[in-house]
């Protein structure tokens, strides 16, 4: 183990590729089907799948927003805390959403007469796409920068910390991350609880 981590204090960024392609890899095995990673779910377990990720992601955007918020007042532990359950969860976020994909369905949005704001169907439905776009670039995108960002934080002292570049990558992470989770939660919620959904 301590070899490992020596290894990773020397070389974050090569650390951090192997693991961004390891969980690309993941996540594009249970999208293709290709590789049957996860047993099949019911489309009961499916549901509280959907409802457990979305109270994973709050959590995290939680523990997020506080994490950033304990460093800006100097408190290194409490930030240190908060930013690995953020990345905890974000691990559980994964487990569930890629057996849900790899094991169950992914939902389309469907806005009928009757439900909020539907007469601007037009208008609500691109901006739904729009936001779920934007939440599954940043999702996509971040990953990198998030694992450079606990790779850092996790081989180096806080005194150290100062001379990397965590902070720089810290920030940027935080506020990806932050954006990602927060338009999943609202895409979740007009998904499921606002509008109604068609298998995909």
Request: glycine share 6%; proline share 4%; hydrophobic share 55%.
């Amino acid at each position: 183990m301590t070899s490992v981590s020596e290894y990773a204090r020397a070389n974050p960024r090569r650390v951090t590729v192997v693991l961004s392609v390891v969980g690309y890899a993941l996540v594009a095995a249970a999208f293709s089907g290709v590789v049957p990673l996860f047993p099949p779910l019911s489309d009961d377990t499916v549901l509280l799948f959907s409802d457990a990720i979305a109270v994973v992601n709050t959590l995290a955007l939680t523990s997020l927003l506080a994490g950033a918020a304990f460093i800006k007042r100097g408190d290194v532990r409490k930030h240190r805390a908060a930013m690995l359950t953020a990345f905890a969860l974000i691990c559980v976020f994964l487990v569930l959403y890629l057996w849900k994909v790899g094991g169950g369905f992914e939902k389309s949005i469907v806005i009928e007469e009757g439900q909020f704001l539907a007469q601007y169907a037009g208008v609500v439905e691109p901006l739904y796409l729009l936001m779920l776009a934007i939440h599954i670039f940043l999702s996509v995108v971040a990953v990198p920068v998030v694992l450079y960002a606990i790779t850092l934080g996790l081989t180096h002292t806080p005194a150290e910390l100062r001379e990397t570049s965590h902070a720089k990558y810290g920030r940027i992470a935080v506020a990806a991350w932050s954006l990602s989770l927060f338009l999943g939660v609202v895409t979740y919620w007009m998904l499921n609880h606002v509008y109604s959904w068609v298998p995909r």
